[in-house]
């Protein structure tokens, strides 16, 4: 089966965020190696991540991105969502002074990057993750070619 992301948005994005789902995710991924499979990518509120957060990691706060792996399901083909908040990426923008859209693409990344089997807990990991996950930012952020894939809104 040919890469293919969906994009669903659970909230009304402000104007500056609203490119997320146009983003050209599949070329993303393929840039990396990534030719097959199907994921969604979920925009939420920190509301939302923060039930999620407590019920599956029982940490009672909103976090920035979770990634749910369904690989090991048999009946399906779906490898995962991917669960970003927008709040927090536009509060770590504002941090690390970037634009929020550039910060939301990146949480999404991070989140396919660990449902490709990524991690961070060693500082090896973390540096081959990092430089990873700028790629594909740098990848998204261009833009899409004519005749790209563009992600799915839904």
């Known amino acids: 089966m040919p890469l293919k992301i969906s994009v669903q948005l659970l909230v009304r994005l402000p104007r500056e965020l609203r490119a997320f789902a146009r983003l050209p995710w599949e070329r993303g991924l393929a840039g990396i190696g990534v030719r097959e499979g199907r994921l969604n990518i979920v925009v939420a509120d920190d509301k939302e991540l923060r ?13 920035d991105v979770l990634a749910f792996d369904y690989r090991d399901d048999p009946t399906g083909d779906l490898w995962g969502d991917v669960i970003v908040s927008w709040e927090r990426a536009v509060e770590q923008a504002r ?10 693409a990146r949480l999404g990344v991070h989140g396919c990057l660990h449902l490709l089997g990524h991690d961070h ?9 990092g430089a990873l ?8 952020l261009r833009g899409g070619r004519k005749g790209q894939p563009r992600a799915v809104v839904q």
């Open 95 to 104: 941090e690390r002074s970037l634009s929020p859209l550039e910060e939301l």
């Open 51 to 63: 039930r999620l957060n407590r019920r599956f990691r029982a940490e009672d706060r909103p976090t």
């Open 133 to 140: 996950q700028e790629r594909v930012v740098r990848s998204l």
């Open 121 to 129: 807990r060693t500082r090896s990991e973390a540096q081959r993750m």
